[in-house]
């Protein structure tokens, strides 16, 4: 379904914040925050410049291969990129002339111009843009940033223990994502190589919890990349109490957590008590 209609550049009224503009504004600053904006997203209307060839107004449905024409604006470089925009109110704001426009489901705009980038809400305070790759990946995940799965199918020897370097931006906003999740009892650190096949060591980040822990996962893992180097590689492992190895054993008995549920849940109170 789309709603076609046309936008006068005039008569601009100012409306509330809505939740994905706040969270837009929010992962714009912190990463902890894109997952959820990027779910949110998937499952909000978002508003385009084009048409769909003919003059009616209002809300229709299109058949499946209905053909939509949608504008693109050209960059400085020459390259060129689809807006799209959260509400009506931003794209009046960013369009100087009549122009008719289409209100349409975000994840089928992504299917649509799957290929394309995109960019949200531009000539805007907040906006973002979204290359070909993050969008299939949104597309097939919910989460901007594919995560790979290895399985140690054979005893090895690794070495594990105290980062040097403490990597103090990606626990601060790990920290803020699991307090999101009540599922996450308790999180550690650890800097670990696998001398079988690790040339250098790497960061792993052990999760105790119940629930749906690898849904957080793929969550921590997007955060991840948006902290630390692009080389990095951050692993994740799920703890159990019961399990015999020799990670699990580190964690419980030589480290201490960097997130507890506990404090989880003031950071929570600590963000609704400061709220304007």
């Known amino acids: 379904m789309e709603k076609k209609g046309q936008n006068y550049h005039m008569n601009i009224i100012d409306e509330p914040e809505s939740k994905l503009d706040r969270l837009l504004r929010l992962a714009s600053t912190e990463p902890a925050h894109r997952p959820e904006f990027c779910q949110h997203l ?4 978002a508003y385009v410049i084009g048409s769909t ?22 960059r400085p470089d020459g390259t060129s990129v689809i807006p799209f925009f959260t509400s009506l109110l931003h794209l009046q704001k960013s369009v100087e002339t009549e122009s008719n426009y289409l209100e349409l ?11 394309s980038e995109l960019m949200i809400n531009p000539n805007s305070e907040y906006g973002k843009e979204f290359l070909p790759d993050e969008v299939a990946s949104l597309l ?38 699991f307090s999101k999740h009540d599922c996450v009892a308790a999180a550690y650190l650890a800097l ?33 990349w948006d902290t630390t180097d692009e080389d990095e590689i951050v692993d994740f492992i799920i703890l159990g109490e019961d399990e015999d190895d020799g990670i699990s054993e580190y964690f ?3 480290s201490k957590p960097f ?6 849940s003031r950071l929570k109170d600590n963000t609704l008590t400061g709220k304007a």
């Not at 079988?196 to 955060?223: F, K, S, T, Y």
């Open 42 to 45: 998937l499952d909000s209307l």
């Open 53 to 74: 060839g003919d003059d009616e107004l209002g809300e229709k449905y299109l058949d499946k291969g209905s053909s939509i024409s949608l504008q693109s604006w050209e």
């Open 105 to 115: 489901p975000v994840r089928i705009l992504f299917e649509m111009t799957l290929g």
């Open 140 to 177: 097939q995940n919910g989460i901007g940033q594919e995560t790979q799965q290895r399985v140690i199918e054979h005893e090895t020897e690794i070495l594990i223990g105290e980062p040097d370097k403490y990597p103090s931006i990606m626990i601060d906003s790990l920290t803020t994502l």
């Open 192 to 224: 670990i190589q696998d001398e079988g096949e690790d040339e250098v060591p790497n960061l792993i980040i052990g999760l105790q919890g119940e629930g749906d822990l690898d849904r957080v996962i793929q969550e921590a893992a997007a955060v991840a």
């Open 252 to 254: 419980f008995n030589e």
């Open 259 to 264: 997130y507890d549920r506990s404090w989880g």
